[in-house]
T-cell receptor, first 108, second 113 residues
Framework: KNEVEQSPQNLTAQEGEFITINCSYS?????LHWLQQHPGGGIVSLFM???GKKKHGRLIATINIQEKHSSLHITASHPRDSAVYIC??????????FGAGTRLTVKP | KAGVTQTPRYLIKTRGQQVTLSCSPI?????VSWYQQTPGQGLQFLFE???????NKGNFPGRFSGRQFSNSRSEMNVSTLELGDSALYLC????????????FGSGTQLSVL
């Protein structure tokens, strides 16, 4: 069993829909990253969270360290949001533990 | 500010050879971390360097090594290449002062034949 689990694995949405991607982890972590990877491989770091909630534009990330759960929300989704979204937890040894990713497709 | 630069972008090697990949971080960043991405295993952490010292290391065999120079540029070396080493190798930089966002390079796509 992967120490960092993401759901869903694949997600298809219509433009304008509200999207939620979940990340649960079984190891203790001090912080969690949400990453976005477009076709071609380039990765963009969206958020780094250690508690609470962060917002950037249409993206919102929340984390509950005690419940070992984080969510990434996209409001008013757009086709350009189509990408793979990956969560990654920083464990107590400062090693990064990655989820398998959620492939999001937003249709016009 | 220039982003994180990785060279080369693509590389083809044969089994048994060795390879060196390069990563130039964003100016002022002192931390460089390396990752391997494959379709089967996803993203995995290789190691992190800060001020020329290896600060953390993932669970990879000793064939995978790295170093960091005084200008914060980093190199990663893989010796005695195996078919399973075919992957996208990514590096990321940060100031290294704590938990913060990472800035990723475009990666080096390594194919081992």
């Amino acid at each position: 069993k992967n120490e960092v689990e993401q759901s869903p694995q694949n997600l298809t949405a219509q433009e304008g829909e509200f999207i939620t991607i979940n990340c649960s982890y079984s190891v203790g972590i001090s912080a969690l990253h949400w990453l976005q990877q477009h076709p071609g491989g380039g990765i963009v770091s969206l958020f780094m969270l250690s508690s609470g909630k962060k917002k950037h534009g249409r993206l919102i990330a929340t984390i509950n360290i005690q419940e070992k759960h984080s969510s990434l929300h996209i409001t008013a989704s757009h086709p350009r949001d189509s990408a793979v979204y990956i969560c990654a937890g920083l464990d107590i040894d400062n090693d990064m533990r990655f989820g398998a990713g959620t492939r999001l497709t937003v249709k016009p | 500010k220039a982003g994180v630069t990785q060279t080369p972008r693509y590389l083809i090697k044969t089994r048994g050879q060795q390879v060196t990949l390069s990563c130039s971080p964003i100016s002022g960043h002192r931390s460089v971390s390396w990752y391997q991405q494959t379709p089967g295993q996803g993203l995995q952490f290789l190691f992190e360097y800060f001020s020329e010292t290896q600060r953390n290391k993932g669970n990879f065999p000793g064939r995978f090594s790295g170093r960091q120079f005084s200008n914060s540029r980093s190199e990663m070396n893989v010796s005695t290449l195996e078919l399973g080493d075919s992957a996208l190798y990514l590096c990321a930089s940060s100031s290294g002062q704590g938990t913060e966002k990472l800035f990723f390079g475009s990666g080096t796509q390594l194919s081992v034949l």
